[in-house]
């Protein structure tokens, strides 16, 4: 089993930074892509940003250029996500995504896990 504990989260004002963590554990053969999504009251879990094996990194255009998703290239299975110029709007849960192949009974199959997900709360 593959499991993601998120960090981080919590309360801030418009403007304001918050940093999010992720660190999957478990029997992972490779890791393709971590990354996060969120969703807010009565919406849709959406992307906010991913970043593959190779580096490679996408956004929601909601968040270019205030977010940064980086992974940690020692253990490349920890993931963070910087949010800076905070708006209200970014308020939601936010949830870390974690998938690619894990030793499942012997043999070596795929895992698209979640975490337990954080809340954000940006005040105006």
């Known amino acids: 089993q593959v499991q993601l504990v998120e960090s981080g989260g919590g309360l801030v004002q418009a403007g304001g930074s918050l940093r999010l963590s992720c660190a999957a554990s478990?029997?992972?053969?490779?890791?393709?892509?971590m990354g996060w999504y969120r969703q807010a009251p009565g919406k849709q879990r959406e992307l906010v940003a991913t970043?593959?094996?190779?580096?490679?990194?996408?956004y929601a255009d909601s968040v270019k250029g205030r977010f940064t998703i980086s992974r940690d290239d020692n253990a490349k299975s920890t993931v963070t996500l910087q949010m800076n110029s905070l708006k209200p709007e970014d308020t939601a849960v936010y949830y870390c995504n974690a998938h690619g192949r894990a030793y499942t009974g012997g043999y070596i199959g795929p895992f698209n896990n979640w975490g337990r997900g954080t809340q954000v709360t940006v005040s105006s």
């Open positions: 970043i593959t094996s190779d580096g490679s990194t996408n």
């Open positions: 478990g029997m992972i053969f490779s890791m393709d892509a």
